[in-house]
């Protein structure tokens, strides 16, 4: 405290006024009234010592605070109930320690998403990429059979086609983590969505021979992006048409009124069990169902997407007897 270059300034300006004083009630008036003033003025000045020392003890507390939580104790509460500048500047301290700490815990967590999808990533790649080295060694030989040669060309084609979907799909979740895509906000009919989305499993519906079923109110719309929605309905009906036996049935229903707008997707396939069914959404999970061409990003994307635009998703199943997939898009109040 006595360090402080304005303690002292201050000290020294009371000792001059102190004397001054005194000088003036000894010459002025008595000898008597000269001591008073002196003593008065030593009481004032040892008062503004024991409180400016006091101030200082607290502001050196809050100091060793600082140092402590800078040095990761992040426990401590100084918090206390005086009214005060002093008391409100503890509390705000407190504020920012609390928030200093709940953003270091969350950027923790986040790392250590980070590191587990680095980790999922890896070894998604790790299958494919051991494959084709293999499959390229043998096609190196000469003397492989044209027949061979071409299934290798073929098998690689198909795993390179895979990789790229994954590291495309992997690119397009991350840039939605980081709130980087912009979604675009349009009047869409829905029965044009559903058969945009329909086009890529025509085919493998057509091989399996599933027929389709589609019911829906005339003219249904909501407000979103077209192509994403596309995209996420895709992926849905996807995994519905895979997990479906042949000759099954895709049924597509869909309504509006005057809270949402809702899609269902429902499928007669084998059905989710019910310890997989929490986690059905969750990127890089492969269900006791799933293939073993299944990567586990599919459904997460399509989560992903429809609750980027406020909507929601829910999933339904019963083994043996098919899943249902619920999306609702909200309608806003402007």
Wanted: proline share 1%; net charge negative; aromatic share 8%.
């Amino acid at each position: 405290m006595i360090r402080s270059r304005e303690i002292k300034i201050f000290v020294l300006l009371l000792l001059i006024i102190s004397l001054i004083s005194v000088i003036i009630g000894l010459f002025l008036f008595s000898l008597s009234v000269a001591v008073y003033l002196f003593v008065v003025s030593l009481l004032f000045i040892g008062s503004f010592y024991l409180f400016t020392k006091w101030r200082y003890l607290e502001l050196q507390k809050l100091s060793t605070y600082l140092q402590r939580i800078a040095n990761g104790d992040e426990s401590l509460d100084i918090r206390d109930n005086v009214e005060g500048e002093l008391s409100i500047l503890k509390n705000n301290i407190y504020k920012v320690t609390l928030m200093l700490s709940e953003n270091s815990s969350l950027l923790h967590n986040e790392k250590l998403k980070l590191t587990d999808a680095i980790s999922d990533i890896s070894h998604q790649l790790k299958t494919p990429l051991t494959s084709m080295v293999v499959m390229t060694d043998l096609l190196s030989n000469s003397a492989l059979e044209e027949e061979k040669r071409q299934e290798f060309t073929h098998n690689i084609s198909i795993q390179l086609e895979r990789m790229e979907w994954l590291v495309s799909s992997l690119l397009k979740l991350s840039k939605m983590d980081a709130g980087t895509i912009s979604f675009k906000k349009e009047r869409i009919n829905v029965q044009e969505l559903v058969q945009k989305a329909l086009e890529p499993v025509l085919v493998p519906m057509d091989i399996k021979e599933q027929s389709l079923n589609i019911v829906g109110q005339e003219p249904t719309y909501y407000i979103g992006d077209f192509k994403w929605t596309v995209e996420a309905i895709i992926n849905i009906l996807k995994n519905c048409v895979e997990h479906t036996k042949e000759g099954g049935m895709i049924t597509i229903r869909f309504s509006e009124n005057v809270l949402f707008t809702e899609i269902i997707i429902q499928d007669t396939g084998e059905g989710i069990s019910r310890k997989d069914l929490p986690y059905i959404f969750k990127r890089f999970y492969k269900g006791e169902n799933a293939s073993e061409e299944s990567v586990g990003i599919g459904l997460a994307m399509a989560y992903s997407i429809i609750k980027s635009q406020e909507g929601d998703i829910e999933v339904s199943s019963k083994q043996g007897e098919g899943t249902s997939f619920h999306i609702k898009f909200y309608k806003h109040v402007h």
